[in-house]
């Protein structure tokens, strides 16, 4: 059973940076991918990033292409969401969720294991 815990959200004024991790313990990591989602205040989940278990494919929304780059480390068995040039409207809460089928999907549907979530509050 592959569990997933975030950490690194918190409050950063507009222009600043955040560095989300996603630990996950359980079972054997590297082979699944990994996606990380946001939802703000009265929208929907939506993906932001994805990686593929080799970190050779990867996946932006447009709206944070430039800004954030996901990464992982196989070693320590965790993902990062490192987000740059912060905005007011990236404030939501992020979740980093694994496909165990190891695709590089877009829809939160195609994910089969969620953490709990972290906070990300960008002032303006």
């Known amino acids: 059973q592959v569990q997933l815990v975030e950490s690194g959200g918190g409050l950063v004024q507009a222009g600043g940076s955040l560095r989300l991790s996603c630990a996950a313990s359980?079972?054997?990591?590297?082979?699944?991918?990994m996606g990380w989602f946001r939802r703000a205040q009265g929208r929907g989940r939506e993906i932001v990033a994805a990686?593929?278990?080799?970190?050779?494919?990867?996946y932006y929304a447009d709206s944070v292409k430039g800004r954030f780059t996901i990464f992982r480390d196989n070693a320590k068995s965790t993902r990062y969401l490192q987000m740059n040039s912060l905005k007011p409207e990236d404030t939501a809460v992020y979740y980093c969720?694994?496909?165990?089928?190891?695709?590089?999907?877009?829809?939160?549907?195609?994910?089969?294991?969620w953490g709990q979530g972290t906070q990300v509050t960008v002032s303006s």
């Open positions: 969720a694994a496909d165990l089928r190891g695709r590089v999907g877009v829809s939160s549907e195609e994910y089969d294991v």
């Open positions: 359980g079972t054997t990591f590297s082979s699944y991918a």
């Open positions: 990686i593929s278990w080799s970190g050779g494919r990867t």
